[in-house]
């Protein structure tokens, strides 16, 4: 799989790394965003969320959208 985003430019192929979590496009490491992310638990009435936060990856069209709200 080869990167969108350096498909999409006047730039040349690149092999994909990574998958956009919000969209799917494959992303060269040029291209992603890594992000840290809070998991949330169903715990009834116990702590919601998880000691340690997660990593997600999303591509840069969607981590300016996430931005702009």
Excluded: W
């Excluded at 998958?19 to 799917?24: D, I, L, M, N, P």
């Excluded at 715990?43 to 591509?59: D, E």
């Amino acid at each position: 799989m080869d990167c969108y985003e350096c498909l999409a430019s006047p730039n040349t192929a690149t092999t994909a790394v990574a998958v956009c979590r919000e969209c799917g496009v494959g992303l060269c490491s040029r291209h992603l965003h890594v992000e840290q992310h809070e998991m949330h638990l169903a715990a009834g009435l116990g702590k919601s969320t998880t000691r340690l936060p997660a990593r997600r990856v999303v591509c840069p069209a969607c981590a300016k959208a996430e931005r702009s709200r």
